[in-house]
T-cell receptor
């Protein structure tokens, strides 16, 4: 069973609207969690990192939250743009080995004009 | 900086042929990772190197896969012989030295392999 579950699998939103993506993990111990954005045909690019002590962090129109107690994270996209159409991947670092990352399957976001 | 450079971007080959994928990491990065991405399984770690030394190859699916890193600026992933189930996008990623567990992975654009 995957230790990182993302929902929804995909979503479609209208340009200018907001949306929230969810990431639930069971990885333990926990070190940090990153959200990556992957445009079609490109490699993933990091949007933000959340460490154990952080609850919320923003990167432009992207805001990530972390609840380490419930092992949940969310990525909120505000005032979506066509360029936000991409796959968003949640990646958890378990901390036992610094290379050992657990990847979610991703949420595919489609923004329509 | 040019980022992580992978070649070829696309490869179409026939079953049984040898395939070699290439990667140039970002200068100064001391970790290099090879990942495979499919719709069914998402991103999977195949192997990673630290300072050119292979550290963990437990993700390599079978003996048909091999990887080398002869120097700090070049790595190859070879599949011999290739099979249709090897069709996927293969990503190379590198990580800057000294960031420990919080270090960000910088991915290349990927090599899309199709084995007929």
């Amino acid at each position: 069973k995957n230790q990182v579950e993302q929902s929804p699998q995909s979503l479609i939103i209208l340009e200018g609207k907001n949306c929230t993506l969810q990431c639930n993990y069971t990885v333990s111990p926990f070190s940090n969690l990153r959200w990556y954005k992957q445009d079609t045909g490109r490699g993933p690019v990091s949007l933000t990192i959340m460490t154990f002590s952080e609850n919320t962090k923003s990167n432009g129109r992207y805001t990530a939250t972390l609840d380490a107690d419930t092992k949940q994270s969310s990525l909120h996209i505000t005032a979506s743009q066509l360029s936000d159409s991409a796959s968003y991947i949640c990646v958890v670092n378990g901390g036992s080995n610094d290379y050992k990352l657990s990847f979610g399957a991703g949420t595919t976001v489609t923004v329509r004009a | 900086d040019a980022g992580v450079i992978q070649s070829p971007r696309h490869e179409v080959t026939e079953m049984g042929q040898e395939v070699t994928l290439r990667c140039k990491p970002i200068s100064g990065h001391d970790y290099l990772f090879w990942y495979r991405q499919t719709m069914m399984r998402g991103l999977e770690l195949l192997i990673y190197f630290n300072n050119n030394v292979p550290i963990d190859d437990s993700g390599m699916p079978e003996d048909r896969f091999s990887a080398k890193m002869p120097n700090a600026s070049f790595s190859t992933l070879k599949i011999q012989p290739s099979e249709p189930r090897d069709s996927a996008v293969y990503f190379c990623a590198s990580r800057v030295k000294g960031q420990g567990r919080t270090g960000e992975l910088f991915f290349g654009e990927g090599s899309r392999l199709t084995v007929l």
